[in-house]
């Protein structure tokens, strides 16, 4: 069934005033901090580029370590796949305004989360906190997505990012789903209202950079 135009755009504004409840995330981004970005449009795609392509990758590092998971190994390929096609999307806006792909970019904020992760645990407990970091990734990166996209000038970056916070909102859901499904004997909410509070703090020293996690 075809969607009409204003009735899609509806959809989109009753999503978005959802999404803070939604993501759970207790700081918000400075919109200011659009405006760093939009001082170096070509550094913060390249930097999405490579975060899109870190997120293939952790998807199928997941899928690697937890392949008896059948059902979580077929929706994290689709979602695996569906991080290389914006990865190939943001390549494309990179080629058509002239600009090059850059090296690979160190992203701080991950490697930071990344300490929250419980590293000595069982299996079980290893699965449930890797689905929760990426989760809050997405819930992150989602939340940066709205703000570009209710604030950068450039119009076809606006629709851009407007379109890919919905997917990374999608993603978000998807990795918390499976962290409740597997985390059953495991205290999934106590540990997800732990990550929020560390992340709060790490997100402090952040948005100071034209970097989709900076």
């Known amino acids: 069934m075809l969607i009409n135009i204003p009735c899609l755009e509806r959809i989109i504004i009753i999503f978005v005033q959802k999404l803070k409840a939604m993501l759970h995330l207790k700081l918000e981004t400075d919109p200011r901090w ?17 975060c899109e ?61 990344y300490k929250f992760m419980n590293k000595g645990g069982s299996r079980t407990q290893s699965l449930v906190d890797r689905l929760l970091f990426s989760a809050m990734i997405e819930a992150r990166s989602c939340e940066r997505f709205k703000v570009l996209s209710e604030n950068i000038e450039d119009e076809e970056l ?36 732990e990550l929020v509070e560390f992340e709060s703090e790490v997100i402090k020293r952040y948005g100071k950079s034209e970097t989709i996690h900076g």
């Open 34 to 50: 659009v405006n760093i970005v939009e001082s170096n449009i070509e550094e913060i795609l390249t930097d999405h580029a490579w």
């Open 53 to 113: 392509q870190k997120a293939a990758t952790n998807a199928i590092t997941i899928i690697t370590l937890n392949s008896e998971h059948e059902e979580l190994v077929t929706e994290l390929l689709l979602l695996a796949q569906e991080e290389l096609e914006h990865f190939q999307m943001v390549h494309d806006i990179i080629k058509k305004r002239g600009y090059k792909l850059g090296r690979e970019r160190k992203d701080s904020y991950v490697n930071e989360l």
């Open 158 to 193: 606006s629709t851009f990012y407007r379109e890919l916070m919905i997917s990374e909102a999608g993603h978000y859901t998807t990795f918390i789903t499976f962290a409740r499904k597997y985390g059953k004997d495991i205290n999934v909410e106590k540990r997800w209202k």
